[in-house]
């Protein structure tokens, strides 16, 4: 069976189960294939999203996304939206698509309901031509079937991709869950201007900074990192006859010097300069195996993530939630398995968050909005496993917790990408983070209960400090004026008390 004829028949894995779904993972491949195109490169995102409904049939859906993005090398178009698997991201790196799967199951599932082909502007930067295609994917064959290609001179200097696709969307079932996913998407990228058109109507999102995340460098594998069948796929694409098992593992692997390799290979029984290419099915498995329990290693590095940073989450959550209060909290690189990751966490408070019974939590992983399967997320279990009355929390509470774990391999639950496990490494960094930020909350809200106490002692003097000016200026003799204002001072240094503590912490008012 062809790759496009497997996923044609199991679409389901790839979270197109049902016409709702279909239609949020068809915008979400879009709009995530825009932002790895425009920001990874640098490029502040502007990215526009349009949904409309056929007039005659309002379940054929058509969706729209432009961006300004580096655009696509013209003879790839065909390969990158035609052809399953065909991704040109081959490096080990942060980004949001990574199978390249995602726009191709768009493409087939658009074709298969309402046999509408992908429709494909696109200006490369850097080139004066500019293309546009009409192509559907030829399934048995998984190859594009291109129906329409015009290329020509750009008019203007312009660069980035339009994609339109048509399908059958049930529009009215997901589409709050569609502006919740755009909402999320433009808190994560506060440097990324949104215009989001609905048959309902316009919702923009104007950038609140213009200043990028630093973007992924390209790395390679940690050994601890991979299993047979990425090893097989490196040694096939290492394409030479004599290269030596040390060859081998000190061009494809991270941190891993002719002396490591030696001292791994000796440890694991393997002579160091035995041909890859005698190697057997078994020989892979046990090399795999030594691989991931050697304990040697140097630590998986993180140059290859690109976590937002506390400034730019804060900036995020405040464009979106509009909070009373923010703090944020980026953890430092740690690993799991071979695979590096970055955990981040904000928690927000007040403003215009509605209160409730638990914690309102929003999960983020390599910037993607995870929006299905909550209740199963480590996040999930996270922040509930917090005693937040610890943090002075008093539910139902106007809280918001927003978690982003970044990685090079994001440990989801299934395949539908949409719910993250519980591994050890990542749930303690979780909890790392989220207690570092819930005491900067702590602190925050010891001072409003201060600032709050003393405002209902000023509404008491308040009541009572006519009479009492009157009745002590009967018994003393001094003016009432003279006694009023020695009153206001007296509250005034009782309020300047509370607010001088915003430097001091924690102290006491008293
Ligand atoms: P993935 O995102 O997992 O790589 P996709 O099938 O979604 O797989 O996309 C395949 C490739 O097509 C991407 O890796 C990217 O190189 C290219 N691509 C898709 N959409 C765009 C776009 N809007 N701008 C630039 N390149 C794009
Ligand atoms: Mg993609």
């Known amino acids: 069976m062809s790759p496009a004829e497997f996923f044609h028949r199991n679409r389901e894995i790839a979270g197109f189960s049902n016409p709702a779904r279909a239609l949020y993972q068809t915008v979400r491949e879009l709009v995530e294939n825009s932002l790895d195109a425009t920001e990874t490169h640098g490029i502040l995102p502007n990215i526009y999203v349009e949904i409309s409904l056929d007039a005659s049939d309002e379940s054929k859906v058509t969706v729209t996304v432009a961006d300004n993005g580096i655009g696509i090398p013209l003879h790839e178009v065909p390969n990158v939206f035609g052809r399953v698997f065909y991704g040109s991201k081959y490096v080990i790196r942060q980004t949001r698509g990574v199978f390249g799967l995602g726009v191709k199951m768009a493409v087939l599932y658009a074709q298969m309901t309402t046999g509408k082909p992908i429709y494909v502007r696109t200006a490369p930067i850097g080139s004066k031509v500019e293309g546009e295609y009409s192509l559907l994917i030829d399934v048995g064959r998984n190859i594009p079937y291109i129906l329409k290609m015009r290329l020509r001179k750009k008019e203007r200097n312009w660069h980035g991709t339009i994609v339109r696709l048509t399908l059958e969307g049930a529009w009215a079932l997901v589409k709050k869950r569609i502006e919740e996913y755009i909402r999320r998407t433009a808190l994560i990228t506060p440097y990324a201007s949104i215009r989001y058109k609905t048959p309902e109507g316009e919702i923009v999102f104007k ?17 601890r990192g991979v299993d047979i069948e990425i090893l097989k796929e490196m040694i096939r694409s ?12 000190t061009r494809n692997f991270e941190s891993v010097g002719e002396k ?3 001292e791994f290979l000796k440890w694991a029984g393997f002579d160091p300069e035995r041909r890859i290419k005698d190697l057997r099915v078994q020989d892979l498995e046990l090399l795999a195996s030594k691989m991931k329990s050697y304990d040697k290693w140097r630590r998986p590095r993180s140059h290859t993530l690109s976590p937002l940073g506390a400034y730019l989450l804060e900036e995020g959550v405040k464009r979106i939630l509009a909070p009373e209060f923010v703090a944020a909290v980026t953890r430092p690189p740690s690993s799991y398995g071979g695979h590096p990751f970055v955990v981040e966490v904000a928690v927000a408070y007040g403003g215009e968050i509605q209160p409730q019974d638990t914690p309102l939590l929003l999960r983020f992983a390599n910037r993607m909005p995870l929006l299905y399967d909550e209740g199963v997320d480590v996040s999930r279990k996270v922040a509930d496993s917090i005693d937040w009355s610890v943090y002075k929390v008093k539910f139902p509470a106007p809280l918001a ?20 496990a519980d591994v050890p490494e990542v749930e303690r960094e979780l909890e790392a983070a989220l207690r570092d ?9 010891v001072r409003l209960e201060k600032m709050q106490e003393v405002k209902r002692r000023e509404v008491v003097y308040r009541k009572y400090l006519d009479e009492v000016v009157r009745s002590l200026s009967y018994i003393t003799l001094i ?11 007296l509250i005034a240094r009782e309020l300047g008390r509370v607010s001088l503590d915003e430097e001091g912490g924690d102290s006491s008012a008293n």
Do not use: W
């Open 401 to 420: 917790v927003v978690t982003h774990v970044c990685s090079t391999k994001i440990p989801f639950k299934g395949v539908g990408k949409e719910a993250i």
């Open 207 to 223: 950038r609140v900074t213009r200043e990028l995340p630093k973007p992924p460098e390209k790395g390679l594998y940690h050994p």
């Open 260 to 262: 490591t390799a030696e």
């Open 437 to 445: 930020a819930a005491r900067k909350l702590r602190l925050y809200l």
């Open 479 to 489: 003016g009432e004026e003279q006694l009023r204002r020695k009153f206001e001072e």
């Open 238 to 249: 290492m394409n030479s006859d004599d290269a030596t098992l040390k060859e081998f593992l």
